[in-house]
């Protein structure tokens, strides 16, 4: 894989690192994603940078039965099982993790990526959240390529209904970075509280450069994110969704966990099922896929 590599944590199935080449320098791994010096790696909070997993609700819960959970649900701040390796060969490596069980103590358990996590209800997660599922997530690193996948089978006998998103930090110089592919599409600007509608992008390039929050709708799954010194084109598959976030020094400030001048390093283009909710009947499973790709 000429020098790639990934690390993914157990806690949240968070990736927190991807380092690959690029077609300027295709030997020289370079890290892709952006992890803040004051993430909390111990396992009591979400990772802030890498690639948190975002189930069963996006932001403040919306839909009734996710009424006690927190922002982004739990997906991200719980511990998964390691659940093997799915492929190792020339091509790449695919990992498989699945949440299982509760784990009270939680350590930095970094896992070089050649295998696979998943997740199931545990006490703790029942004691907010009544419905039945099974999650697995499959991490998969090839040359200049990472894919996150996650699986969420519907284990009970009713509807289930979520939202779900990759919440990827990419590091990249937020003042230069430009992003394709978003013109005309319908966004709500969650930084504008005096406007509940929505919005059109008219920009043919969109750029961070301010204050940022905006959730597109019936996106096109395929962007491109440049700036001078390098790019990455994110696709995905049933993510109809995508969510553009650089907090900037207004809020990025006042979170904790961020680093000092942090979101001057990162874009987050999280892509995402996050405008109303997949639904999914009983014995099924719906597969998100997000796929990073360096260029
Ligand atoms: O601070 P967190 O809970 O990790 O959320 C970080 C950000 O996630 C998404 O990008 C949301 O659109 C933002 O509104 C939110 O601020």
């Known amino acids: ?46 990772i802030r940078g890498g690639i948190p997993v975002v189930f069963p609700c996006f932001g403040a819960p919306t839909h009734p039965e996710h009424n006690l959970l927190g922002q982004h649900g739990f997906a991200r701040s719980e511990t998964w099982a390691w659940g093997g390796i799915v492929m190792d060969n020339d091509a790449g490596v695919s990992v498989r993790l699945s949440q299982g069980f509760s784990i009270a103590l939680l350590s930095r358990e970094l896992i070089p990526v050649n295998g696979s996590t998943a997740l199931e209800p545990t006490p703790k997660i029942a004691a907010v959240y009544q419905k039945l599922f099974r999650l697995e997530f ?119 966990d961020m680093e000092e001048g942090g979101w001057e390093h990162f874009v987050c283009l999280e892509p995402g099922y996050v405008r109303g909710f997949v639904s999914t009947q009983p014995g099924e499973t719906w597969i998100g896929q997000q796929v990073l790709e360096t260029v």
Do not use: C
Request: aromatic share 8%; net charge negative; proline share 4%.
């Open 1 to 46: 894989m000429k020098g790639s590599s990934a690390e993914l944590l157990l806690y949240g199935a968070t990736v927190i690192s991807w380092k690959a080449g690029d077609s300027r320098d295709p030997l020289e791994p370079r890290e892709r994603l952006f992890l803040s010096s004051k993430a909390v790696l111990d396992g009591s909070k979400p």
């Open 138 to 256: 499959v991490a998969t690193l090839s040359e200049h390529q990472l894919s996150t996948d996650l699986h969420v089978k519907n284990t009970s006998s009713e509807v289930l209904e979520f939202q779900a998103l990759f919440h990827n930090y990419v590091r990249a110089s937020a003042h230069e970075v430009l992003i394709r592919h978003l013109q005309n599409l319908e966004y709500f600007d969650k930084t504008d509280s005096s406007f509940q509608g929505l919005k059109t992008e008219t920009r043919a390039e969109v750029d961070v450069r301010r204050y940022t929050d905006s959730v597109y709708e019936n996106a096109p799954q395929k962007y491109e994110i440049t700036w001078p010194a390098g790019g990455l084109a994110v696709k995905s598959t049933r993510l109809k969704d995508v969510v553009v976030w650089n907090p900037q020094a207004d809020a990025g400030s006042k979170i904790g």
